[in-house]
């Protein structure tokens, strides 16, 4: 197993044109199938860094800002933010695509947790992620405050045991 990752080596594209059958009462897309592309897009990326099987352990957050009408090109974009000792999370950012008008609108985002297992389901250890850009070191920073809130809101984690999430409240971060 490498020792680290480039946060790039994750990235995943998936670009699908709405069909009528994906759409809500409003002819936009349905948002459980917008849900089944991210996680689906977000998976590939998890095993593009772990190298292994993956699970969906927690989908942390999901926004949907700007519907998405039927007929348009949804582009999904995936890369892992911060891969812990068997998990890791991984942002899917969205975009309708509009070659017609030239313009590309995000219209949500949404943030996973995975983790690798071996054959008999067992957690397994992933490389670290090396974040390069900007944009990917910000979301490592905040990857862990992330994570113990989602630990906590599952009931893994009491919230006196957190690190990150109180200095956040101190106002120290
Ligand atoms: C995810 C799963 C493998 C975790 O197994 P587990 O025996 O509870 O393992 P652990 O408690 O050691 O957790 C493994 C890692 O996941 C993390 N994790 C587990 N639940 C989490 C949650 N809700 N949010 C964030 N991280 C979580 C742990 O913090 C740990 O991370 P680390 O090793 O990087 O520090 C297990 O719960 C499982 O198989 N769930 C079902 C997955 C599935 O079927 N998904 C598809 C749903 S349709």
């Given amino acids: ?5 480039k946060a790039a080596e994750s990235l995943t594209v998936m670009t699908n044109i709405v069909l ?4 809500n009462s ?5 948002g459980g199938e917008l849900l089944s592309k991210m996680d689906r897009c ?5 095993a593009r860094h772990c190298e292994r099987r993956v699970v969906t352990a927690s989908v942390n957050h999901v926004s949907f800002n ?12 995936s890369k892992v933010t911060r891969a812990f000792s ?19 609108i995000h219209t949500n985002e949404g943030i996973y947790t995975f983790v ?30 992330r994570k113990e809130l989602s630990l906590i809101l599952s009931g893994r984690m009491k919230a006196t045991d957190s690190v990150e999430l109180k200095k956040l409240f101190a106002g120290e971060i």
């Avoid at 197993?1 to 990752?5: A, I, L, N, R, T």
């Avoid at 009528?20 to 759409?23: A, H, K, L, Q, S």
């Avoid at 054959?119 to 490389?127: A, L, R, S, W, Y």
Wanted: net charge negative.
């Fill in 66 to 77: 700007h519907p998405i009408p039927e007929a348009g090109i949804v582009v999904l974009e």
């Fill in 116 to 145: 690798a297992v071996d054959e008999f389901n067992k957690p397994v250890p992933i490389p670290a992620l090396e974040p390069e850009t900007e944009e990917e070191k910000k979301r490592f920073d905040a990857a862990l405050r």
């Fill in 42 to 46: 977000a998976s590939i990326s998890a």
């Fill in 26 to 30: 409003l002819r936009n897309l349905f």
């Fill in 86 to 104: 068997t998990s890791m999370e991984i942002y899917v950012d969205v975009w309708l695509d509009d070659p017609i008008n030239q313009r590309k």
């Fill in 1 to 5: 197993m490498q020792k680290s990752k």
């Fill in 20 to 23: 009528p059958n994906e759409t």
